[in-house]
């Protein structure tokens, strides 16, 4: 393709600008400030088109850079060129309410309509990026050695990795490797794992909390407790009706003066005695006969003691002895001792007769006592002896109804004293429950912050699987970046290393044989005795190498039958006379295409006259 | 007779419990059953269903007491409960040893059992969660009793873990009305005859929408139901919104149109939103500082950058932005692959070189 000329209505600080182009090498020489940057974004624009608002910084911003300073509403003009025998006119303009694209094929005489698919023809499929990239070649922009090398490092690298000089894998993959960090920093990677422990804590908790010992059995207890309550109850009430009747009865049996049974019979038979004596006393008190015997004895020693008298009056004398035979004294011997005898027979009878009348006396006293305490009448008799009886063996069978009674009283007491400890049971039991119940609330309240944790690190375990998800996606972009890098390295940045070594002889003038590139992407040129590092080389190399390289990748990126001039804007002020000399002689007899170069010089200029080199001159 | 039903008001929960609002969201829980019992009271309604999952979980013997406390308030109001799937009885449970003002029944039973009023002629069927799960379809062919009076059932379930149950032959099983609980959304047959209240309080982000009870009226004569009515009684409300972006939306239009609508539907209300359309490429919305502003529970920020791929393809055909959009742009790209591709492109645009 070959430029043929250009119009400018209007560009920056240009309007009404003609400029005609020819074959061969064109240079365009303008002092700094001229405009030469201009003209070349002119044609840029010219070919791919200027969009508003490309690129948000401002110092990106093309459109505002080059907006006419006159009339805004004209802001473009024409470019005409040759390609496969036809010449096309391209004419824009880029103002934001005036915006055209009209291509004339001058050739044919017609117009074409501007689609994509018919610039990429034109073109041979060279896009803006690849143009920068490529044939518009600029020069190495630091001042410095170590600048320019890291520079032209960098040129390199961006080349063989990512085929573009402007993308640069190495900050694209930090930049990625920087937010993949900032990611993970964000996730809590122990949330996982306290997870999983509260998880099993929460499992085995519930496994505790279900276990037989926490089952609530109050309500058991409880019926139970109550059961014995109104058992107990009942029991304590006929103990206390057994007590009052065993009270009742000993009550009773005291009244009669009694303990026992035995001692109830002891007095049974003691009153019984005194009842025999009584009457025995009381029949030989009676008896008439011994009254009479009394009195006849007395009588008896009355008669007696007369007759002694008597006989001692009358003496010897008397009839009745005389009659009798007996001497006086004889008879009165036998009369006092007769009135002696009878007078004590009788005085014994009186004496026995009394004490058998004290005796009755007291018995009947006795009996008198006991019948009026039992039976409530004091009289004595076989009758009264009779119901006393009766009423002993009242007594008899209360005793032995208290016996059993109190039996009874033993039994139940015992009964109650079980039934007391199955109380106490119960209530033990149901403290005991109570506390389990308790402790078992508080392990449900422990449960429950668990849960309500678990909760929380579920959500922040999703948060985690959320940043995962991105780290993923960053990850593959990482990958998939490397991947594709490493592929434009054994492709495209093998060809060009290999296309710009071949280039290094003829543009350093033979110094260098070839240069070649390391796995690390460290250059090194070659001489025939040694291999340089790029560190080492000459700043004016490092522009020639700069060269080689921008020259290898336009004849990559075109096809042979397409190749598009190449442009150079100051591409060789660092050159000294002899690499410029060189260099012009080198790229005259190497490229029979198109050649435009901006400079602020007149070597280049001169250069080529010295060599007998045509060209072209354009001032502006 | 008069009557309310509610269900799963999973008292004792800590909804949003990591969020600012998390403990006014625990007391809210409590504060609506509170307003259900007073609902009742100025209502006079005669009965008042729960239909499982009072508890979110076992309850405490406090809860029993506060529940209790309230229901005491209102001796005039017959109150049956049973057990959900949260707060089955399990054997350590302190419903065993508690005892319940005389208006309340609760179904213990791990079989239906019955409880009838005479005073409004009316049996309540039912019975309690004592396991976990439920799989058998125990409703399918259970009628009602031909006894005549009111008959309602009150069950828990309706998933396949919980009670399997088709709610057509609800419509047909002979109870004048069945009173169900378990899904937190209401829902109100169109015949009457069977109702899921939902939960008074939305428990969850995703449980948007109104919640609050269901009041109706049984007929003595007829033993339909007469009327049956949802009444909104939640607090708060769950409420998702979509927020569509433009490449021409900011940070700062973004916030305004979220705090708009959030203005618009009450600040009170909980909101989740999502984010969607394409974005600004050199944009990334700041979500976190959304969040701590405004009760927002989520915001899902699903935009994409509004990359011109097709165009970044033209204009680097034989480089890596090319390679790389060749390589992972696809018609059926998964999530991270999309993502891959955006975060790739944003960073070999955002290193580049200066010079071109």
């Known amino acids: 393709m070959k430029l043929l000329d250009l119009y400018i209505n209007g560009f920056g600080k240009f309007h009404d600008l003609s400029i005609t182009f020819h074959d061969g090498s064109n240079i365009i020489y303008g002092k700094n400030e001229a405009g030469k940057s201009t003209l070349h974004t002119f044609i840029r624009c010219m070919l791919f088109g200027l969009e508003r608002g490309r690129g948000r910084a401002s110092r990106n911003d093309i459109y505002s850079r080059y907006e006419p300073w006159g009339n805004k509403a004209v802001y473009g003009g024409r470019l005409r060129l040759k390609q496969g025998g036809c010449v096309y006119r391209l004419e824009r303009n880029f103002a934001k309410d005036h915006r055209s694209f009209v291509i004339v094929d001058e050739t044919h005489g017609r117009k074409i309509e501007p689609t994509k698919a018919f610039m990429d023809q034109l073109l041979g499929g060279l896009t803006e990026v690849m143009y920068s990239n490529t044939i518009s070649i600029g020069q190495l922009k630091s001042a410095t050695d170590s600048g320019m090398v890291s520079e032209l490092k960098n040129y390199i690298a961006n080349m063989n990795a990512s085929g573009s000089m402007s993308l640069n894998i190495t900050r694209a993959t930090a930049f990625l490797k920087n937010k993949y960090r900032e990611f993970d920093r964000q996730t809590v990677p122990e949330a996982a794992r306290e997870f999983t422990a509260i998880l099993s804590e929460i499992r085995s908790l519930e496994k505790e909390i279900s276990a037989p010992e926490y089952e609530n059995q109050l309500p058991a207890y409880q019926i139970m407790r109550l059961q014995v309550r109104t058992l107990l109850a009942e029991k304590q009430e006929d103990r206390e009706t057994l007590l009052q009747k065993i009270a009742g009865g000993r009550q009773a049996l005291a009244g009669g003066q009694f303990t026992d049974e035995a001692s109830i019979l002891s007095y049974q038979n003691e009153t019984e005695r005194t009842y025999r004596e009584y009457q025995v006393a009381a029949a030989a008190g009676n008896r008439k006969s011994r009254h009479v015997w009394m009195v006849i004895s007395l009588l008896l020693a009355v008669a007696l003691t007369g007759f002694c008298g008597y006989v001692l009056a009358a003496g010897d004398g008397n009839p009745i002895t005389a009659g009798l035979g007996l001497s006086l004294l004889q008879s009165l011997s036998c009369s006092v001792g007769g009135a002696l005898l009878t007078f004590l027979l009788g005085f014994f009878l009186l004496l026995k007769g009394s004490q058998l009348k004290k005796e009755a006396a007291m018995s009947s006293k006795i009996l008198q006592e006991i019948f009026s305490r039992h039976l409530g009448d004091s009289s004595i008799s076989e009758a009264a002896m009779k119901a006393f009886h009766a009423r002993m063996d009242e007594f008899v069978h209360l005793s032995r109804v208290l016996i059993r009674s109190e039996a009874a009283l033993t039994e139940q007491e015992a009964e109650i004293t079980t039934l007391l400890e199955r109380e106490n049971n119960c209530d033990n039991a149901i403290s005991t429950q109570q506390k389990t119940q308790w402790e078992l609330e508080k392990k449900l309240e422990h449960l429950t912050q668990l849960k309500d944790r678990a909760e929380s690190i579920r959500r922040i375990l999703e948060e985690n699987n959320r940043l995962r998800e991105e780290m993923e996606a960053i990850q593959l972009a990482l990958d998939t970046m490397t991947g594709l890098s490493s592929s434009i390295r054994s492709s495209f940045g093998l060809y060009l290393n290999k296309a710009a070594s071949d280039l290094i002889t003829g543009i350093t003038g033979g110094i260098y044989n070839s240069m070649s590139v390391d796995e690390n992407l460290n250059l090194f040129m070659n001489t025939s005795t040694r291999l340089v590092p790029l560190e080492q080389v000459s700043s004016g190399t490092m522009d020639q190498i700069y060269l080689a390289l921008r020259l290898a990748a336009a004849r990559l990126v075109q096809p042979e039958d397409k190749q598009m001039p190449l442009i150079f804007d100051d591409s060789f002020v660092l050159y000294d006379d002899e690499r410029l000399r060189t260099a012009m002689k080198w790229l005259a007899d190497t490229y029979d295409n198109q050649i435009i170069i901006f400079t602020c010089h007149q070597r280049e200029a001169r250069m080529m006259t010295a060599n007998h080199i045509p060209y072209h001159l354009i001032s502006i | ?356």
């Open chain 2, 1 to 356: 007779m008069k009557f309310i039903h509610i269900a799963d008001v999973h008292w004792g929960m800590n909804p949003d419990n990591d969020k600012p609002w998390g403990r006014e969201r625990t007391q809210a829980v409590k504060d609506t059953l509170g307003e259900v019992v007073r609902q009742a009271r100025i209502r006079e309604v005669d009965l008042l269903l729960v239909a499982g999952d009072l508890f979110h979980r076992q309850p405490l013997l406090r809860d029993l007491k506060e529940i209790n406390y309230l229901f005491s308030t209102i001796p005039g109001v017959k109150i049956v409960l049973i057990a959900g799937n949260h707060d089955r009885i399990r054997s350590s449970s302190a419903l065993y040893s508690f005892t319940w003002s005389s208006n309340v029944t609760w179904l213990m039973d791990e079989e239906f059992t019955s409880v009838a009023f005479a005073d409004f002629n009316t049996v309540v069927t039912g019975f309690s969660y004592h396991s976990a799960e439920i799989t058998e379809a125990r409703l399918s062919g259970f009628h009602a009793p031909a006894t005549p009076g009111i008959h309602i059932l009150l069950v828990h379930g309706g998933d396949t873990a919980h009670l399997p149950l088709d709610k057509k032959q609800l419509s047909g099983n002979g109870f004048s009305y069945n009173a169900l609980g378990h899904i937190h959304k209401p829902e109100l047959s169109d015949d009457r005859r069977w109702a899921y209240p939902g939960s008074p309080e939305p428990l969850d982000k995703t449980e948007t929408g109104p919640h609050g009870m269901i009041t109706g009226e049984i007929s003595p004569t007829t033993c339909q139901v007469t009327s049956l009515e949802f009444v909104p009684l939640s607090q708060v409300q769950y409420i998702p919104l979509v927020v569509n972006v433009t490449p021409a939306t900011t940070n700062g239009e973004l916030m305004d149109s979220i705090k708009q609508e959030i203005q618009k539907r009450g600040s009170e209300n909980i909101f989740r939103f999502r984010i969607r359309g394409m974005r600004d490429p050199d944009i990334t919305f700041d979500i976190k500082l959304l969040e701590s502003r405004m009760r927002i529970a989520e915001i899902i920020d699903e935009s994409e950058p509004q990359y011109d791929f097709s165009r970044l393809f033209a204009e680097h055909p034989s480089d890596m932005i090319g390679f790389y959009i060749r390589e992972l742009k696809k018609d059926d790209m998964s999530p991270i692959e999309k993502k891959a591709l955006f975060y790739g492109i944003d960073a070999l645009l955002q290193t580049q070189d200066e010079r071109s």
